[in-house]
């Protein structure tokens, strides 16, 4: 199964950022083929330590113990689980972010009509 993720949630509504991660984790460890594809605000996660400090609850509360999981810590698990991550070019161009500013767990940046091919041929498309 193909499963596509539109990711638009960033930065501006850290507790929507957690849970597209960790969904696509689940499906990807149950051999779904899984692509998240980083746009609008999500763009933003890409750019290197955004996402590092950002998390989806308090970040004082403790869980079990231990501190919150960083919104980064859930996008290294989907890359681990075998998620592949797509950003938009339109989207980091208008940012005016460059490669070398960019997280190393993004598997290419594509143009918007690539999203709208893969996501036409794919069994499930998602958006968070």
Request: hydrophobic share 40%; glycine share 4%; charged share 25%.
């Amino acid at each position: 199964m193909k499963v596509i993720i539109l990711m638009t949630s960033g930065p501006k509504t850290p507790w929507r950022c957690a849970s597209p991660f960790y969904i696509s984790a689940l499906m990807a460890s149950n051999e779904a083929d899984v692509e998240m594809f980083f746009n609008m605000d999500a763009t933003r996660l890409l750019k290197k330590g955004v996402a590092q400090k950002l998390h989806a609850g308090e970040p004082n509360c403790l869980s079990n113990q231990k501190k919150l999981k960083t919104v980064y810590d859930f996008m290294k698990d989907a890359k681990m689980s075998g998620v592949k991550f797509y950003s938009c070019r339109q989207a980091i161009d208008s940012m005016g972010y460059n490669k070398d500013e960019l997280i190393e767990e993004l598997d290419d940046i594509l143009p918007a009509s690539e999203f709208a091919i893969r996501a036409m041929s794919a069994d499930k498309v998602m958006t968070f």
